[in-house]
């Protein structure tokens, strides 16, 4: 490889990663709802801005939702391992915390047609 190829790559990397966060930049949505998943099936749906604590059951085990401050967490979980417990809270649109174990998956999404709990 010669020195030119490897500048190259590196000025392809450093436009690839400026290109990917001006685009999340400027395309970034405020979040709107959470949404709980139970398998594939929507099982509740929340205002972020809302503060709410509600608990996920299901046939598989129990899952503590807390939305508060515009943040989403699972404080609680029947599961063995916890790992949906030891995840940060959520904010952004896109992110989630899953519970496999339980089948439980909390996400934020944009605002629907459809009525918020």
């Known amino acids: 490889m010669k020195k030119q190829d490897g500048i190259l790559i590196f000025v392809l990397l450093i436009m690839a990663a400026v290109f990917f966060y001006g685009y999340r930049l400027w395309n970034r949505e405020s979040p709107e709802e959470v949404v709980v998943y139970v398998g594939e ?19 598989k085990g129990t899952n503590q939702l807390i939305i508060k401050d515009g943040k989403a967490d699972v404080t609680e979980a029947s599961c063995p391992d916890k790992i949906c417990v030891h995840q940060s809270p959520i904010s952004q649109t896109g992110e989630t915390i899953v519970c496999m174990p339980n089948r439980v998956i909390v996400t934020i999404e944009q605002a629907s047609q459809k009525a918020i709990r």
């Open 41 to 59: 099936q929507e099982y509740a749906r929340f205002s972020i801005r809302e503060e709410e604590e509600f608990l996920i059951e299901t046939e």
